[in-house]
C-alpha cells in the first residue's frame, strides 16, 4: 500500500500499528461450551437466545476492516469472520422504537450503540481475526466489531445485545469517553 493511501485510512490523531495491542479493563473470563449463551433482548419482536453449537450454526462471512483505538494506535486489514449484525437483525427483528443497543459482556463491561451505527453491513458477532480463532485477549469466544467507532464500542466476551428505546451509556462513555466515538471525526471524549 502506498504511504498516500495509507495516510487516507488513518484517522487524525493515530499511529499506525503492526502488532495487535489488548486492552481492557479486569480479566477476560473462563470459557465454559456447556453454559455459554449470546442473547438479544429489549425492543425486539422475537427475542433469542444462541447456546454455542446454535451460535455457530449461524451464517458466517469474512470481512476486512481497520481498527482504530482511542488511545491513538490504528491497525489496518484485519479480516474478522463471524456472523454479520444484520443476519441476527433478520432473526430478532427490531421494533419501530429500538433506536440504541447496548452491549453487555461477560464481566460486566458495556458500551451503547445507536440502531444507525449498528445497523451496517460491516458490523459483525466475530470468531475468528486474520485465520485464527480469536485468542482468550481479544474476545474468545466471541466479540462485537464496530469498524466505524473507537475499539472501546467493539465489545469482547459479548453475551447480551438489549435494544432499547433509551440510550444508555456503558463502561467508558459513563466514564467521559464520547458517547458516538467516530475516530474520523476524533470523537474521543465527550
Ligand atoms: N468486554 C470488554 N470488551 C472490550 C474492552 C473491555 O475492557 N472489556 N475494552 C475495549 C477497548 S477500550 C478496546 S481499545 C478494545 C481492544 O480490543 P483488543 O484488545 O482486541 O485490541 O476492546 C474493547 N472491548
Ligand atoms: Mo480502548
Given at each position: 500500500m502506498s504511504d498516500e493511501n495509507q495516510n487516507e485510512r488513518v484517522p487524525p490523531g493515530q499511529r499506525l500499528t503492526r502488532k495487535w495491542p489488548v486492552l481492557h479493563v479486569g480479566h477476560p473470563p473462563t470459557f465454559d461450551a456447556a453454559r455459554w449463551s449470546f442473547e438479544v433482548f429489549g425492543s425486539v419482536e422475537a427475542p433469542q437466545k444462541w447456546d454455542w453449537n446454535a451460535f455457530n450454526a449461524l451464517p458466517m462471512t469474512k470481512m476486512t476492516v481497520d481498527m482504530h483505538c482511542v488511545t491513538t494506535w490504528s491497525k489496518l486489514d484485519m479480516t474478522w469472520r463471524g456472523v454479520p449484525i444484520r443476519e441476527i437483525l433478520k432473526l430478532v427483528r427490531p421494533t419501530s422504537d429500538a433506536r440504541h443497543i447496548i452491549a453487555h459482556c461477560d464481566g460486566g463491561y458495556t458500551t451503547n450503540v445507536s440502531m444507525e451505527v449498528l445497523?451496517?453491513?460491516?458490523v459483525m458477532l466475530a470468531v475468528a481475526c486474520d485465520g485464527e480463532p480469536l485468542s482468550v485477549d481479544h474476545g474468545f469466544p466471541m466479540r462485537l466489531v464496530v469498524?466505524?467507532?473507537?475499539?472501546?464500542?467493539?465489545?469482547?466476551?459479548?453475551r447480551k445485545l438489549e435494544f432499547s428505546p433509551q440510550d444508555k451509556p456503558g463502561f467508558w462513555e459513563v466514564r467521559?469517553?464520547?458517547?458516538?466515538?467516530?475516530p474520523w471525526k476524533e470523537e474521543r471524549f465527550g
Open positions: 445497523d451496517d453491513d460491516d469498524p466505524k467507532r473507537y475499539a472501546w464500542k467493539s465489545a469482547k466476551w459479548l467521559g469517553y464520547h458517547n458516538e466515538a467516530d
